[in-house]
C-alpha cells in the first residue's frame, strides 16, 4: 500500500508501505477513506522534534476491512471514527474519561494513518462506528472528530467554557479554530479568538467568535483584560504550545478562571511563583478524543456543526508532501489527504 | 503597643509599634487574642525571601475594638477570625469564592498581626464572627482557621478530593497535616500522608491518614504508585512549596487526578511536556480561606474538628523568637503566640 514517510525534517516520501496485518486478536485493519497533516506533524516537519524514516499521521476515517478474534463491537463494512490514541476504554483511566492516557494506549502516530490502510490496536474501545454510511460531504466534518476537534473540543472542556462566562482562545490554527465552535456549543456568553488573519478571523467569526483581538503577548493581555472589566476571561484556551503561547493564555485568565491547554508543549518552563499568584486552574495534555467521539460525531451526522470547514486544502494521498509544505507556510490551515 | 519585626534573616525583635487607627472608613481595630508564626515567615526568616525591618504576622483571632463608618456589620465587642488577605467579599472575583484574589485584596502580612492590635481593612468583607465569646480551648483552632486549616481545606478543595478517592498529600507542616483532616472531612477513602517525622506522623494519623510514605522524590512517587495500582493518586495536595514537593505531586497523581498546590512556590520552574503529558488538573495559589470560614468555624464551634492540635508550642507574643527558632530547626509544629 501506499503511505507517507517522512525521511527527515522537511522530506516527505510517500511510496510502498507493507500492508497491515491483524498482530493482536483485539486489532481490526481499516481501509482509510480520509487523513490529514495535523499541526503536530510539522513539528517534526522543522526539525523541532527529531524524525528518522518515520510513518507519519494519526488522524482517519474509513472502513474496516478485517477484526481479530476478540474484537466483538466493530464489525467489517462499519465506517468509523478513531482517535490519535488507541485506547481500550475499559481501564480505570478510560472509565474516568482520559482514554488517551489508557494504561494500554498505544499511539497511532507509530502506526501512520497518512496510509491506505492501518491497523488499530483495541478496536472495540477506539473506534466509533458511525450510524451508517456517511453522504462524501459529511467525510471532513468526521475527520475533524478524529484529532482537531474532539482536541478543540477537550481544551474548551477543561477550559470549564460554559454558560454566563467570556472565552478565549490563544491559536488560530485548526484546533483553535474548532475550540472556538466548542466554545460555542458549551455555550459561552462571548468568545474572543486570537487571531492575526483574515481568513481565520472570518472561520473564527463562523463558528461563533463574538471578538476578535489580533494583538499578542502583553498587548493581546490587556486587550483581554479591556474586554472582560479589568479581570480576565473565565476560560482561556491553549492551542499552540509555545512559552509564549501559555504565558498568554495564563495571563489572559482571572483568578480563578481555567486554563485548557492542548498545544502540545515544547520548550516551555512554566513559572511557579507567578503560575501560583495566577490562582488559575490550569489543565490539559493530549485530548481524550474519544470520550467526546459518540457526541461530536452525532453532532456532525445530525450536520449541526461543521467542523470539516477547517480543511481548506484536499489532496490525494501521494501529493501529501504539498499538504505539508502548504501548512508549514501557513497557506492552509488543514489539509486533508483523500485515500 | 508591642509587635514583632524581621529587622533581617533570623533577627526577631519584639518591640512597641504606633497602636493602628482607622484609616478608611470601612476598616475595623481588633485586639488580637492569638497570632502565630507561620511557615511562610521562614522564608524570609531564612533568607530565601527579603526582609527589611518588617512587622511580622498575618494570622490572627481577636475582638473588634473599633470599627470605621462603613462598617456594618462587624460589631465593637466581637470576637473574629479573619483570612491573611482582606477582602471585600462583594467583587466579582470574591463572589467567585477567591477572595485572596479579590480586586480590593490588602495582605494583612503588610500590616503584621503578631502584634497587640490590628487593623483590618474592608472589615465586613473579611472578618467572621464566632456565635459568641468562645471558650479558651476553642482559640487555637479558631486560629488555625485564619490560614493553616483554611489553606489545607482550599488545597484539598482544589485537589478534588472527595468519596471514593484516594488523596496524598506531600508536605508534613502544619498546612499539610491540616489537609489531611480536610481530606478526611470531604470524604476521601485513602488519605496518604508522606512524613519522616513520627510526631507528626502520629498527628497525621489523628487527623485522618490512613497510610505513610517516609520516602521522598521519585522513592515517594514509586510507592504511592505502588499504593494505588499502579496509577497514581486521584488527588494530591502539595503544601511545601518547592521544585522537588512540586514534581513530587504532579508525578504521584494518575492522568486526569488534580493536584492542589498550596505551598508558596519558591524557584520552581514546571517542565512544560511533562506537565502536559501527565494529564493532571493543576489549581492553587494563595487560599481563599475567607470561602471556608463560615463551615470552618462552624465545625471547630461544634467539636467536630480540632485543628488547633497543630500548636505545639505556645508562647507569650514577647517570646516570638522562639518560636520562630523553634520552628526553624523543625523543632515545633507551629507556634502560638498568646497576646
Same mark, same amino acid.
Given at each position: 500500500?501506499?503511505?507517507v514517510?517522512m525521511?527527515?525534517?522537511g522530506?516527505?516520501?510517500?511510496?510502498?508501505r507493507?500492508?497491515p496485518?491483524?498482530e493482536e486478536p483485539?486489532?481490526a485493519?481499516?481501509?482509510i477513506?480520509?487523513?490529514?497533516?495535523?499541526?503536530?506533524d510539522l513539528?517534526?516537519?522543522?526539525g523541532?522534534?527529531?524524525?528518522d524514516?518515520?510513518p507519519?499521521?494519526?488522524?482517519?476515517v474509513g472502513?474496516?476491512t478485517?477484526?481479530?478474534?476478540?474484537?466483538?463491537?466493530?464489525?467489517v463494512?462499519?465506517?468509523?471514527v478513531?482517535?490519535?490514541?488507541?485506547s481500550d476504554?475499559t481501564c480505570e483511566?478510560?472509565?474516568?474519561g482520559?482514554?488517551?492516557r489508557c494504561v494500554h494506549?498505544?499511539?497511532m502516530g507509530a502506526i501512520?494513518?497518512?496510509a491506505?490502510y492501518?491497523?488499530?490496536?483495541?478496536?472495540?474501545g477506539?473506534?466509533?462506528?458511525t450510524?451508517?454510511?456517511?453522504d462524501?460531504d459529511?467525510?471532513?466534518?468526521l475527520l475533524?472528530?478524529?484529532?482537531v476537534l474532539g482536541?478543540?473540543?477537550?481544551?474548551a472542556v477543561a477550559a470549564?467554557?460554559?454558560p454566563g462566562?467570556t472565552a478565549a482562545?490563544?491559536?488560530?490554527?485548526?484546533?483553535?479554530?474548532l475550540?472556538v465552535?466548542?466554545a460555542?456549543?458549551l455555550?459561552? /456568553?462571548?468568545?474572543i479568538a486570537m487571531s #492575526?488573519h @483574515?481568513d481565520?478571523?472570518a472561520?473564527?467569526? &463562523?463558528?461563533g $467568535?463574538?471578538?476578535?483581538?489580533?494583538?499578542?503577548?502583553?498587548e493581546?493581555?490587556a486587550r483581554?483584560k479591556?474586554?472582560?472589566?479589568?479581570?480576565g476571561a473565565?476560560?482561556?484556551?491553549e492551542?499552540?504550545?509555545?512559552q509564549?503561547?501559555m504565558?498568554?493564555a495564563?495571563?489572559?485568565a482571572r483568578?480563578g478562571?481555567?486554563v485548557?491547554?492542548?498545544?502540545?508543549?515544547h520548550?516551555?518552563e512554566?513559572?511557579g511563583?507567578?503560575?501560583f499568584?495566577s490562582?488559575?486552574h490550569?489543565?490539559?495534555?493530549?485530548?481524550p478524543?474519544?470520550?467526546?467521539?459518540?457526541e461530536?460525531?452525532d453532532?456532525?451526522?445530525?450536520?449541526?456543526i461543521?467542523?470539516?470547514?477547517?480543511? /481548506?486544502?484536499?489532496l490525494?494521498l501521494d #501529493?501529501a @508532501?504539498?499538504?505539508?509544505r502548504?501548512?508549514? &507556510?501557513r497557506? $492552509?490551515?488543514k489539509a486533508?489527504?483523500?485515500?
Open positions: 500500500m501506499l503511505g514517510i525521511d527527515a525534517p522530506e516527505i516520501r510517500v511510496d510502498e507493507e500492508n496485518t491483524i483485539t486489532d485493519i481499516i481501509k477513506a480520509a487523513t490529514c497533516v495535523c499541526g503536530s513539528w517534526p516537519y522543522r523541532i522534534e527529531d524524525v524514516h518515520a507519519m499521521g494519526h488522524e482517519y472502513t474496516v478485517e477484526v481479530g478474534d476478540q474484537a466483538s463491537t466493530v464489525k463494512g462499519d465506517f468509523v478513531g482517535s490519535f490514541f488507541a476504554n483511566i478510560c472509565r474516568a482520559y482514554q488517551s494506549a498505544e499511539p501512520g494513518t497518512q491506505e492501518a491497523r488499530v490496536p483495541h478496536a472495540d477506539t473506534l466509533v462506528a450510524p451508517g454510511q456517511p462524501a459529511l467525510i471532513p466534518s475533524a472528530a478524529s484529532d482536541t478543540g473540543w477537550f481544551g470549564e467554557v460554559g462566562k482562545v490563544v491559536g488560530d490554527g485548526a484546533v483553535g479554530l475550540a465552535l466548542a460555542q456549543r455555550g459561552a /456568553d462571548r468568545i #492575526r @483574515a481565520r478571523q472561520l473564527a467569526r &463562523e463558528f $467568535a463574538t471578538d476578535i483581538v489580533t494583538e499578542r503577548g502583553d493581546g493581555v483581554i479591556e474586554l472582560t472589566d479589568g479581570l473565565h476560560s482561556v484556551i492551542a499552540v504550545g509555545t509564549e503561547s504565558m498568554q495564563i495571563r489572559s483568578p478562571g481555567h485548557g491547554y492542548v498545544g502540545v508543549s520548550d516551555v512554566l513559572p511563583m507567578e503560575l499568584f490562582e488559575i490550569l489543565h490539559g495534555g493530549p485530548a478524543v474519544r470520550r467526546f467521539l459518540p461530536l460525531i453532532l456532525i451526522w445530525k450536520r449541526e461543521d467542523p470539516g470547514k477547517v480543511f /481548506d486544502l484536499t490525494p #501529493r @508532501a504539498e499538504g505539508y502548504a501548512m508549514d &507556510e497557506r $492552509a490551515i486533508l489527504l483523500s485515500v
